[in-house]
C-alpha cells in the first residue's frame, strides 16, 4: 500500500506540475540582423513566464542580462527557451552578448 501512495503521490505531482506549465504566460523574441524583435518586451510582475529566443541570423548569439541573471546561447537558426521570473515590477535590461552594439533590449514588467 506504501508504494502505491508513492506512486499516486509521483503521478499527481506530475499532473500539477504539467497543469502550471499549461498555464504560464509565453512570449517571443526574435534575433534578425542582430537586433531583438521587438526590443521591449511587457510581461506580467509576480508571474514565472516561458520566452521563446529565435536566432534568425547565420551567426550565433548569447541572449544574456545581468538584471535577471540569465545567459543562454543561441545558435543561428535555431530556437531556444528560457524561463524567467517572477519579477518585481520594474525595467530589465537583457542584450545580446555577442552583439552588444546592436542587440539590446529590456523587459518591461508591470
Not at 506512486?7 to 499527481?12: F, L, N, Q, S, Y
Not at 506549465?21 to 537586433?35: G, Q, R, T, Y
Not at 528560457?82 to 533590449?105: K, S
Amino acid at each position: 500500500m506504501k508504494l502505491f501512495s508513492v506512486v499516486a503521490a509521483t503521478i499527481g505531482a506530475t499532473f500539477v506540475s504539467v497543469a502550471v506549465a499549461a498555464d504560464m504566460p509565453e512570449f517571443s523574441l526574435l534575433i534578425k540582423n542582430h537586433v531583438y524583435q521587438p526590443s521591449e518586451l511587457k510581461i506580467p510582475a509576480g508571474t514565472k513566464v516561458k520566452l521563446h529566443i529565435t536566432n534568425g541570423d547565420t551567426t550565433p548569439e548569447e541572449f544574456e542580462s545581468t538584471d535577471f541573471n540569465r545567459e543562454s546561447l543561441v545558435l543561428p537558426n535555431r530556437s531556444i527557451v528560457v524561463f524567467i521570473g517572477p519579477l518585481r515590477a520594474g525595467t530589465y535590461g537583457f542584450f545580446g552578448d555577442f552583439h552588444r552594439d546592436t542587440a539590446q533590449g529590456r523587459l518591461i514588467v508591470e
